[in-house]
């Protein structure tokens, strides 16, 4: 979708990246009727030394298709796969930006704007298809920082007209010629990305949710931001056994399940299918944590050496269950549920859809509070399995502060806020520690090492009394949504 003169527009599109080598093999596999149109692109985009336009969510670029310059200005950012987003172009006359009125910049940034630099350059070359109501772009190119640069290959699908189901079709028929995963940056970010330093394990990053926005419209946005997550962190355990991204990875994953048990009134039964995958591959990965963590605590060298033998091991497992079809396709089917699923048109759950997310979010954060609350009861005289339970339980409460904290903003709630969430993780932290010792002798098992002594038993006792102690502290944080 374009528009002209600095007029304000939506795209949507659903992005998907493949490797270089499958461009070809795409291209010639019969999916895109006709011959293409080929488009040779060059942009550059701008911002200031310390990247003001970024940090406040636009990107600012001026692109060269043959002769012709067009700036293009864009707010917000990708999901999972999924854009949408508003922008505002028009034509230039030469690399020097227009900010003008007719864009939102000076308005925001005054002075600021004298200090815009050109930041990195996009080198690409797209072929293009209309086909069924659907436009299909193939990007390859590449992103140059100063000495540095990276290789974009993508297939962006664009809605135009038609059932939007049929977008996702299309998504699936690419995904069975070729290895393909939603996309989760944009050229903008992959430049940012490769000017700031090596790519780094990405943690959750807190979700914006409007005023006034309906528990229906807060879920899509949450589950968005999870799926976001994953992949940014997926590339990096199969690259680079980052331990810190395989953990960031297993994060994802379970706050996306999170917000699925959470939502659960709005999203019925339909969920179940979809938790199920989520579940397997939490699982495919969590062997590789697990290893992760034992080592971390064991002191005994011998012991250490066989366990890090397994670690590589399993780390081969873990990535082959992030490239899998099966994981593959679920990303594709997590994209197309979240923003077109039967969920969205029930009329069963018509009423709370379309609640207002401050007053849905008020009755779960009771509800988890009041499961906490009553599981932690003499927490020191818990045995493994009901502790895990609370542990659990724990986990999904500040997932859904954390998923709902924009909602409660105000400088009394943000206080309360921090110092319920800050409660709540010393608590986990407790419990995770706990956890961990009781499942060491688990892990050894499996691995035939049954025999060799726990790396952890001693400071159980310490550590009970210290999850007591933080428990007792969380109990007496105010609600921060009251």
């Known amino acids: 979708m374009s528009s002209h003169g600095g007029i304000r527009m939506q795209e949507v599109e659903l992005k998907l990246e493949l490797a270089p080598d499958d461009a070809d093999a795409l291209a010639a596999a019969g999916l895109f009727a006709g011959d293409p149109q080929v488009i040779h692109q060059q942009a550059t985009y701008y911002d200031t030394p310390d ?28 999901t999972a796969g999924l854009f949408v987003r508003s922008e505002w172009e028009m034509p230039v006359s030469d690399d020097v930006p227009v900010l003008d009125d007719a864009t939102p910049l000076p308005a925001m940034f005054g002075d600021v704007l004298a200090k815009i630099i050109p930041l990195f350059t996009v080198e690409n070359q797209r072929q293009i298809w209309l086909q069924d109501g659907i436009e299909i772009a193939l990007d390859r190119g590449r992103v140059l920082a100063g000495d540095r640069e990276a290789t974009v290959c993508e297939v962006e699908l664009e809605h135009k007209e038609g059932d939007p189901a049929a977008l996702f079709a299309l998504a699936r028929r690419i995904a069975a010629s070729v290895p393909v995963a939603p996309g989760v940056l944009t050229k903008a970010e992959r430049g940012y990305r490769l000017i700031n330093a090596a790519p780094s394990p990405t943690k959750a990053q807190r979700v914006v949710l409007t005023p006034g926005i309906s528990a229906g419209e807060a879920f899509t946005v949450i589950a968005q931001a999870c799926l976001r997550q994953f992949g940014l962190n997926a590339p990096l355990v199969i690259d680079h056994q980052d331990g810190v ?35 397997w591959l939490a699982g495919e990965l969590g062997k590789a944590r ?55 048109g029930s009329t069963a759950e018509d009423d709370l859809r379309h609640m207002p997310a401050r007053e849905f979010a008020a009755g779960t954060l009771d509800r988890l ?58 608590l986990q932290d407790e419990l995770g520690a706990l956890n961990d010792i009781a499942a060491a002798p688990q892990v050894l098992r499996s691995l035939g090492l049954e025999s060799e002594a726990s790396p952890a038993s001693a400071e159980r006792k310490a550590l009970l009394q210290a999850a007591d102690e933080a428990f007792d502290g969380w109990i007496d944080t105010k609600r921060f949504w009251r």
């Open 51 to 78: 990247h003001a336009l970024a940090k406040a969510g636009f990107s600012l670029r001026i692109r060269h298709d043959g002769t012709a310059r067009t700036q293009t200005i864009k707010a917000g950012g990708t």
């Open 369 to 426: 509070r009041r499961k906490v609350k009553r599981g932690g009861r003499n927490l020191a005289d818990l045995a493994d399995e009901p502790r895990h339970d609370l542990r659990k339980s724990a986990k999904k409460l500040r997932y859904a502060a954390e998923f709902f904290a924009g909602l409660y903003d105000r400088k009394k709630e943000r206080r309360r806020r921090k110092r319920f969430i800050s409660a709540l993780a010393d």
């Open 245 to 279: 991204a395989l953990h960031q990875a297993r994060v994802a994953l379970r706050r996306l399940r999170s917000a699925l048990t959470i939502f659960k009134p709005i999203l019925g039964d339909r969920r179940e299918p979809i938790s199920r995958h989520l579940r």
């Open 290 to 344: 697990d290893l992760d963590v034992l080592i971390g605590r064991t002191t005994d060298d011998t012991l250490r050496d066989r366990l890090i033998t397994a670690r590589a091991e399993a780390y081969v497992v873990a990535s082959a269950a992030i490239l899998s079809q099966r994981t593959r396709s679920l990303m594709i089917d997590l994209v197309e549920w979240i923003a077109l699923g039967a969920w969205q």
